[in-house]
């Protein structure tokens, strides 16, 4: 079962007029994070961070190049020192040098619900820092 469907329940979308595409707000982070697919007769593997996280995507500043349109596996190492969070596919949306950033595309639920406790948190941290 995919958690997806779940998680773009509780999105927060941008105004209807703005530049941003992006269904939902992302925070800043700093995960590390290995990712794996397939490229042509390749599979790739790499590892770098998250830059920023939302429940629906994240920026990924990684070592190996992907492609836009590319299905990811992601291992986001989090800051609970559980097993990393495992998504099983992710879809390259943009791509420039390092950066891509990819759509969630499978969480399983127990990955979702904990995503969702790392964002609740960083919001949280963000709040009190304006303060």
């Known amino acids: 079962m995919t958690q997806l469907k779940h998680l773009r329940q509780s999105?927060?979308?941008y105004a209807p007029n703005s530049i941003e595409r992006r269904g939902m707000r992302r925070s800043c982070v700093s995960l590390g994070l290995m990712y794996s697919?397939?490229?042509g007769d390749?599979?790739?593997i790499g590892d770098?961070?998250?830059?920023?996280?939302?429940?629906?995507?994240?920026?990924?500043?990684?070592?190996?190049?992907?492609?836009?349109?590319?299905?990811?596996?992601?291992f986001l190492y989090?800051?609970?020192d559980e097993e990393p969070l495992f998504v099983s596919e992710v879809v390259v949306s943009w791509a420039t040098g390092s950066l891509f950033g990819v759509e969630l595309q499978?969480?399983?639920?127990r990955d979702g619900?904990?995503?969702?406790?790392?964002l609740r948190a960083q919001s949280v941290a963000q709040a009190e820092s304006v303060q």
């Open 11 to 13: 999105e927060t979308p």
């Open 37 to 39: 697919g397939i490229n």
């Open 42 to 44: 390749d599979v790739l």
């Open 48 to 74: 770098g961070s998250a830059v920023d996280l939302s429940e629906g995507g994240m920026g990924i500043r990684g070592n190996c190049p992907v492609k836009i349109g590319m299905e990811l596996t992601v």
């Open 78 to 80: 989090l800051p609970d």
């Open 106 to 109: 499978e969480v399983s639920l």
């Open 113 to 118: 619900d904990r995503l969702q406790t790392l």
